[in-house]
């Protein structure tokens, strides 16, 4: 099932260790097939468009579904596709989704009492708009009838797993020797690469406090806290930050509250101060007047962005 804009690297990487298995297994252990809103086809993100055989309404006599999502899913129109996975969920089809396609799940209300995952920058917005369910930031979750995965390279590991599962090592591993992948990774591991690869630095106490920071974004610490945590003084710690980054901790963390607010504006339809609360910001016009300084333009401007 693909939706428009849907992630073209998900989308192979979920097909191409089917295809591969039957290559290794000399037999078709896997056959799909493709289906978009208007029968015809779907674009990509990337703007190359993939054909399909019919509309969403037409897939039947299918053991397993996935869907395909990607960017702006939170608005595009699902209700076909909505009507069509609660259909086959009735006829007991299992359902999975690669990268953004989570949402698509949830929204038709197939996800309550399963665990799940999205990409890390659609978590926060996901887990705003459905609070009961149980979304985790593993690359990729199989839960009975369900399974989801994080997007990306993440749906060859999904995969991977589950062409073990369901025919064997020796299959899975030759199929991974194929794609050059060297390994499965296991569904636990972390979908974001490390804070020392991604900022550049290597001073554990400075990543510690870092990542003190981004757990806690709804209910803020402060300077004093986070110093304390790592046993250093406010101003050892202002050092800490002006050594490696170029500036004081707290413009670090309110750059991470403040992009935490810009994925909330993008993928939810939270009012304007509900964002501000969540992203720890008391007081609305701060809120506004912080984030006109650090992305140029006001929230209700970045709305009107995306809606446009």
């Known amino acids: 099932m693909l939706t428009n804009y849907f992630s073209m690297i998900a989308f192979s990487a979920a097909i191409e260790p089917l295809r591969l298995a039957n290559r290794v ?22 703007g190359v468009r993939v054909s399909v055989e019919g509309k969403f309404a037409a897939a039947r006599g299918m053991d ?8 702006d899913v939170q608005s ?9 996975l609660q259909r086959l969920d009735k006829n007991g089809v299992t ?85 050059i992948h060297h390994r499965i990774r296991e569904a636990s591991e972390r979908q974001r690469i490390d804070l020392r690869t991604r900022l550049g630095i290597a001073d554990p106490k400075l990543l510690r406090v870092i990542s003190l920071m981004e757990r806690s974004i709804e209910q803020p610490l402060t300077i004093t806290a986070f ?20 500036y004081p901790p707290s413009r670090h963390y309110l750059k991470i509250r403040l992009e935490h607010a810009s994925q909330l504006l993008r993928q939810t339809r939270l009012p304007i101060l509900e964002v501000a609360i969540a992203s720890g910001f008391n007081s609305g016009s701060y809120f506004s007047q912080s984030y006109v300084e650090f992305f140029g ?7 009107k962005l995306l809606a446009g």
């Open 25 to 46: 297994a000399r037999t078709p252990l896997y056959v799909w097939r493709l289906f978009s809103d208007d029968g015809i086809g779907a674009e990509a993100s990337n």
């Open 64 to 71: 397993a579904v996935v869907v395909c999502s990607g960017v």
């Open 76 to 84: 595009i129109d699902h209700r076909g596709l909505v009507a069509t």
């Open 95 to 179: 359902l999975g989704a690669v990268c953004t396609g989570a949402y698509v799940l949830a929204r038709a209300g197939l996800l309550d009492g399963y665990r799940s995952t999205i990409h890390w920058e659609n978590r926060a917005g996901m887990q705003a708009e459905f609070p009961e369910l149980d979304i985790g930031q593993d690359l990729f979750e199989i839960d009975r009838n369900r399974f989801t995965c994080a997007g990306g390279v993440a749906a060859a590991d999904m995969m991977l797993s589950l062409i073990k599962r369901d025919h064997g090592e020796a299959i899975s591993a030759a199929v991974t020797d194929q794609l």
């Open 227 to 246: 110093a304390q945590s790592v046993a250093l003084s406010n101003r050892q710690l202002e050092r800490l930050f002006w050594k490696h980054l170029g």
């Open 297 to 303: 333009r006001s929230p209700s401007a970045e709305r």
